[in-house]
């Protein structure tokens, strides 16, 4: 039987994994106005995915996306896994757990690995720290993260793992980064998105020294256009921290950490250590924003997020809070949220990333010792579920 754990309010339990299943309502833990609202309610199925195989590890998980067919994909870290949990690597080995998995991984919709695949190959860069995963809507696989000497890239490969491109070129001698170059990427490109209409590549590319959002021809590659906060140039400069006090900045924060293309054109976009997510036309125009717990200092609030299938509403994971907000997209109000630090079922430790399905099943991924992937499905309904 699935072991499902429906969210409701919090209170005491004498068991603490018994507390840790419940949490939060998302239609109850703000405003009274939320529960008015259609927001989505969400348990924690415990039983995806399924065990690995071949006796794989598995690193901090920076990236999830949805593939066709609704089978789910992640880039882990492979360098992230401690020596404990590779003794099986070891000459002679220590133990017989265990060896890292492959830094790509295809899960099916229960959970089975389909395959895996990623490293150093001929003709492209390999990371030496993983971050961005996107599959666009020809299945094609896009991931980012640092290559070489600290620079950031943007590979595209087949679904099987081929190398089709290469985006981001390293710094020349003497050179350094700037906002306003075409064919440099900072250092650690974080999000993509591609827009089947145009065929255009979306790229946040701001989680250490950009601070701006790129769009590439999706096949050629070719630089299209770019922006910074509201609309406007990058800012050259790197920008001052976050004043929880005062007015929203004119820059995008140090982490420009997510991207995401809405039905109707217009681009979502995660203003990580600046607590808001940014709303433009595909030009460029600025629309809106949305706070999300603007008073978090630290790494910020926004990482990364995704719709609902109605597009409704949009999750948004906060990695600092170890929590998922649930935001409303055409006013951008908060209207719930779920989550908190720990390491049971339906808790989070440094929350990633989240990817939704077309059935509306939400999973998240941390990027810290929890080094997990989780899924929570739609609710039926408050009771909770036998096990």
């Known amino acids: 039987m699935n072991r499902v754990y429906p969210f409701s309010l919090r209170r005491t339990f004498a068991s603490a994994t018994a507390a840790a299943l419940l949490v939060c309502s998302p239609l109850l833990a703000q405003t009274g106005r939320a529960s008015k609202t259609d927001a989505p309610n969400l348990e924690v199925d415990a039983s995806w995915p399924q065990p690995l195989p071949n006796k794989w ?40 757990c265990c060896i890292p998995a492959p830094p790509v991984i295809e899960f099916d919709t229960q959970g089975k690995v389909v395959q895996a695949w990623g490293g150093p190959g001929a003709g492209y860069e390999w990371f030496t720290n993983e971050h961005g995963l996107y599959i666009d809507y020809k299945g094609n696989v896009w991931v980012s993260g640092v290559a070489g000497k600290d620079q ?62 790129l769009v590439f021809d999706a096949e050629t590659g070719a630089f299209k256009r770019m922006w910074g906060a509201y609309g406007e140039k990058p800012q050259l400069e790197t920008p001052g921290k976050h004043d929880p006090d005062g007015p929203p900045s004119r820059a995008f924060s140090v982490a420009v950490h997510c991207v995401r293309l809405a039905k109707d054109g217009l681009v979502y976009v995660c203003d990580r250590n600046g607590d808001r997510v940014q709303v433009f036309h595909q ?47 055409e006013s951008m109000e908060i209207v719930g949220s779920f989550g908190q630090l720990g390491h049971n079922a339906g808790e989070f430790r440094n929350v990633h990333a989240v990817a939704v399905d077309s059935k509306g099943n939400l999973f998240t991924t941390e990027a810290s010792e929890n080094k997990r992937i989780q899924k929570f499905v739609p609710s039926k309904g408050t009771k909770r579920a036998s096990r």
């Open 152 to 213: 950031g890239k943007i590979l595209k490969f087949t679904p099987s793992g081929k190398f089709l491109m290469q985006i981001g070129r390293s710094l020349k001698p003497g050179e350094t980064f700037n906002n306003a170059a075409t064919d440099l990427l900072g250092r650690q490109p974080a999000d993509m998105d591609v827009d089947p209409k145009t065929n255009e590549l979306y790229v946040a590319d701001g989680d250490g020294g950009a601070q701006r959002v």
């Open 57 to 96: 590890a598995i690193g901090a998980i920076a990236g999830v996306a949805i593939g066709q067919q609704d089978h789910v994909w992640i880039i882990h870290r492979p360098a992230s896994i401690g020596p404990d949990e590779k003794h099986a690597t070891t000459n002679p080995p220590n133990a017989e």
């Open 283 to 329: 030009d460029g125009k600025y629309v809106k924003e949305g706070l999300i717990s603007p008073k978090t200092l630290g790494t910020g609030t926004a990482f990364d997020l995704d719709f609902t299938p109605d597009q409704r509403f949009f999750y948004v994971a906060d990695g600092t809070n170890h929590k998922i907000w649930i935001m409303q997209r």
